[in-house]
C-alpha cells in the first residue's frame, strides 16, 4: 500500500523519533510511505477553545495537503489528532460556510487511520514478536488516552500489540479509564484540577514497579512524564510505536524520565 503521514505538529515539533519508528514499522512491513509537505496542525487545540473561525484556515490546510497527494489510506501515531479530523474538521468547514471543503474533509477523514488500528484492522497486524520482530525486554505498563478510549473506541488494540512484543513483561495499570489531566489548554485553564489529576495517573503508574509506561498519544505522555521528572521518578515515558518499531538487531534504548531515545544498529 502507499501510506500517507500524518506525523501531527507535536510529533513533528518535539517527538520526531515516534514518526520515524511509525515509517520503519509500515517499511518492515513493505509499504511505502509517503509524506504530504504541506501538513501542520489539524486545527484540534483551537476547535477546543472555541476559536472556530481561526480553525477554518487551519482545516482547510490540513484536507488541502492530503487531497493533493495520491495515497491509499493516512495514518498517524494519535487517536486525538484522527478524532479531530472527523469529528472536528468538517464542522468547521461548515461553520465557515466551506461545504467543498467540510465534505473533502470528511474524504481525508475516511481514509486517515490511527496506527494501532491501521496496524489490526487493514494490516492484519496482531502479533508483534512473529509479525514485526518487535523485541523490547522491559517491564512497561500501558496509559489509555481519552480520545482513542472514548470516541474512537480503540478498545484494548495499543495495548494488545504491546503485549505480544518479544521480551515484555506488561503490568496493568489501576483505573485505566481515568484522565491523566491534561486534555489540551485543560491544564493550563484548570491547572490545579489537571495536575491532581496527573499526580493520581502517576501514583498508579509508579504502583505497577514498572520501568516505564506507554501509551498511543505523546500530549498525554509529555504531561505524565513531566510530572515523573519533576518528582524525580525513575520511571520513563515513550509512545508504543517506539516500543514496536524496537528489535533485536536495532534495539531501542531509553534513557531519562521524558523518554529521551537512541536507537543504535539500524538507520
Not at 520515524?20 to 486545527?43: K, M, N, Y
Not at 498525554?220 to 520511571?235: E, F, P, Q, T, W
Given at each position: 500500500?502507499?501510506?500517507?503521514l ?7 515539533a518535539?517527538?520526531?523519533?515516534v ?15 509517503v509524506?504530504p509537505?504541506?501538513?501542520t496542525?489539524?486545527s ?5 477553545s472555541?476559536?472556530f ?6 482545516v ?19 487517536a ?36 494501532s ?29 481519552c480520545?482513542?478510549m ?16 518479544e ?17 489540551g ?11 491532581a489529576m ?12 514498572a ?11 509529555m ?11 525513575d520511571?520513563?515515558?515513550l509512545?508504543?510505536?517506539?516500543i ?5 538487531d536495532?534495539p ?14 539500524g538507520?
Amino acid at each position: 500500500m502507499r501510506i500517507a503521514l500524518f506525523s501531527t505538529c507535536i510529533v513533528d515539533a518535539m517527538y520526531p523519533r515516534v514518526a520515524r519508528a511509525t515509517v520503519d514499522i509500515l517499511e518492515r512491513l513493505g509499504h511505502e510511505v509517503v509524506f504530504p509537505p504541506g501538513q501542520t496542525c489539524c486545527s484540534q487545540m483551537h476547535v477546543n477553545s472555541g476559536y472556530f473561525d481561526d480553525a477554518y484556515s487551519i482545516v482547510k490546510n490540513h484536507v488541502d495537503a492530503f487531497s493533493d497527494w495520491d495515497y491509499d489510506v493516512a495514518v498517524a501515531p494519535s487517536a486525538s489528532c484522527v478524532v479531530s479530523l472527523g469529528h472536528q474538521q468538517p464542522m468547521i468547514a461548515r461553520h465557515a460556510g466551506d461545504e467543498g471543503t467540510a465534505i473533502a474533509a470528511e474524504d481525508v477523514a475516511g481514509r486517515t487511520f490511527e496506527l494501532s488500528k491501521l496496524l489490526i484492522d487493514v494490516l492484519g497486524i496482531t502479533d508483534a514478536a512473529e509479525q514485526l520482530g518487535s523485541y523490547f525486554p522491559h517491564k512497561v505498563t500501558f496509559h489509555s488516552s481519552c480520545h482513542g478510549m472514548r470516541i474512537m473506541q480503540l478498545g484494548t488494540r495499543q495495548s494488545d500489540l504491546v503485549r505480544t512484543v518479544e521480551g515484555l513483561e506488561f503490568e496493568e495499570l489501576p483505573d485505566l479509564d481515568q484522565c491523566c489531566g491534561f486534555g489540551g489548554t485543560f491544564s493550563f485553564k484548570n491547572a490545579d484540577t489537571s495536575g491532581a489529576m496527573t499526580a493520581d495517573k502517576v501514583k498508579n503508574i509508579e504502583s505497577t514497579g514498572a520501568e516505564m509506561c506507554t501509551g498511543g498519544d505523546v500530549s498525554c505522555l509529555m504531561n505524565i512524564g513531566g510530572a515523573l521528572s519533576r518528582k524525580g521518578s525513575d520511571v520513563t515515558t515513550l509512545h508504543f510505536a517506539e516500543i514496536l518499531a524496537s528489535t533485536k538487531d536495532n534495539p531501542l534504548e531509553v534513557s531519562g524520565p521524558v523518554a529521551l531515545t537512541t536507537t543504535t544498529g539500524g538507520k
